[in-house]
């Protein structure tokens, strides 16, 4: 599905529209889509789990394409935590995987722990990092410590 940029400029009105694009184009494998999320800077970057540091369009597109050679990424965001300030947003989201698998078979679960910023551009929030890291099922609990009350 084709978006004109002023519907695109809409959609990615705040971190969460962006966010909620990105992990769209993920799941359906569509790469210009993906691409456009993306902020025009050398410096942005990604890193796939296991993977490398890749920096600049060019590197990430050429990423992407290699995924999506093994079809759409069935990711699904979950337990999404957020810190924004001024024009940057960072998003830490579990990501739930569902691993490609034979007909007929339940497909296996996989977890990544991944790392998004955002930064408000001239056309809206886009994409400068996606840093995701091999999770466990152990990922699924949180742990969180209570700030307690400064005095």
């Not at 695109?8 to 993920?26: C, G, K, N």
């Not at 369009?57 to 990711?75: C, M």
Request: charged share 20%; net charge negative.
């Amino acid at each position: 599905m084709r978006r004109t940029p002023a519907q695109q400029a809409v959609l990615q009105a705040s971190p969460d529209d962006t966010e909620a694009q990105f992990y769209e184009a993920l799941q359906q494998g569509d790469l210009e889509h993906l691409m456009a999320l993306w902020a025009d800077d050398e410096e942005i970057a990604c890193v796939h789990p296991g993977g490398p540091r890749i920096v600049g369009l060019p590197a990430i597109r050429a990423a992407f394409a290699a995924v999506f050679e093994r079809g759409a990424v069935r990711v699904h965001p979950e337990r999404v935590r957020r810190l924004h300030s001024g024009d940057c947003a960072i998003h830490h989201v579990l990501e739930r995987v569902q691993l490609h698998s034979e007909a007929g078979q339940t497909a296996p679960t996989a977890w990544v722990i991944a790392t998004n910023v955002y930064l408000k551009t001239a056309l809206g929030w886009r994409l400068v990092l996606h840093h995701a890291s091999p999770g466990n099922p152990g990922d699924v609990q949180e742990l969180v410590a209570d700030a307690g009350t400064l005095h």
